[in-house]
């Protein structure tokens, strides 16, 4: 079994931190391996905190702060064959490295990785939990809810081949957000496989405020238009969904306003535009109410009080960083 890099990205992570590096301590791979943590925080504490409670972790600095800046860093850093990236807010089964640099091998992909599945430790972060892996608030997407191994678009954290990795440029480090999923395109773009082993499960832990789940869904959506505008064929149908939808509740918005207008002139014609502009909102109130209680009740978690309203910041936050589009208007092409 060949040696394996773990790099790990961080920003002011001291809350998060020590829980992932104690589950990469205790991998039981046999080929041996090191950990680089990546650090681009404001403040000193979480290089102190490694240095103090992890002696055998390297960490590098990450002047750019990004986590793609980061992921480049400890790449530099890393010195062995086989890539393996861990979040700062994952925690790894023990046997994580085993398992995926085994289907690395067997299947001769480029990129391996499975599954991840959100845990909370609040009640806000188990509702967090429930949206994030179920089609209600993720889609289809197989790393979210699971699925049948094989070739995929994308999968989480990813254990890659050093030289793929290489060969495909890293990550891309103008962009703050999607950067895996930009890289597993490039990847599949040059011939090569990512490849979704369904028994790598990485425990993740959500968001744990309404302010920070919006703004986390708000940043996938402004980046996500930046990857689509470098790379148009790479755009999912679900992906599409949360544009419409907040398209269609604009222009609900806009009926509303239409019939309050026309209801002095014409009150039969203000009330048809009325009754218009209450589809759109209602069926989507219900939509969310229904696959929350059922989520709710088959899951047998009281949490699910909250999921129509997660769901619903997940939904409205992509949407809205999609139509802002990123900061200063990135460009379309890689820097």
């Known amino acids: ?19 992932a590096l104690e589950s990469v301590l205790a991998q039981d791979y046999a080929g041996g391996f090191e950990v680089i943590v990546a650090d681009g925080s404001q403040r000193a504490g979480t290089a102190r905190l490694v240095r103090r409670r992890f002696p ?30 861990c979040d700062a807010r994952a925690m790894l089964p023990e046997w994580y490295l085993t398992r995926a640099v085994a289907t690395l091998l067997r299947t001769g992909a480029a990129n391996v990785g499975g599954r991840v599945n959100p845990v909370g430790f609040s009640f806000f972060e188990r509702a967090v939990a429930l949206a994030t892996s179920t089609p209600l608030g993720a889609g289809g997407a197989r790393y979210r809810i699971g699925g049948a191994q094989g070739p995929v678009d994308t999968v989480f954290p990813g254990v890659f081949r050093r030289d793929a990795l290489d060969a495909a440029g890293g990550f891309d480090e103008s962009l703050l957000r999607n950067e895996d999923y930009e890289l597993n395109w490039r990847l599949r773009a040059r011939g090569a496989t990512v490849w979704f082993d369904p028994a790598l499960v990485v425990d993740y832990r959500p968001r744990g405020s309404f302010r ?69 909102p209602a069926g989507y109130g219900l939509l969310l109410t229904g696959a929350s209680a059922a989520i709710g009740l088959r899951r047998r978690c009281a949490a699910a009080v ?30």
């Open 1 to 19: 079994m060949p040696p394996v890099s773990v790099i790990v990205p961080a920003r002011d992570a001291e809350a998060t931190l020590p829980r």
């Open 56 to 85: 055998g972790v390297r960490v590098v600095p990450n002047p750019g702060r990004g986590i793609a800046c980061g992921l480049n860093a400890a790449l530099r850093a890393a010195r062995h064959p086989v890539i393996a990236r």
């Open 212 to 280: 920070a789940l919006a703004r986390q869904y708000f940043d996938y959506g402004r980046w996500k238009r930046v990857v689509l505008g470098r790379h148009p064929r790479s755009l999912k149908l679900r992906q599409a969904a949360p544009p419409l939808l907040l398209a269609a509740l604009a222009a609900s918005a806009a009926l509303a306003v239409a019939g309050r207008l026309a209801g002095g002139a014409a009150p039969e014609v203000g009330a048809l535009l009325m009754g218009a502009a209450a589809v759109c």
């Open 306 to 335: 909250l999921l129509p309203v997660v769901a619903a910041t997940i939904h409205l936050a992509w949407a809205a960083g999609f139509f802002a589009g990123a900061p200063g208007g990135a460009g379309l092409k890689r820097r």
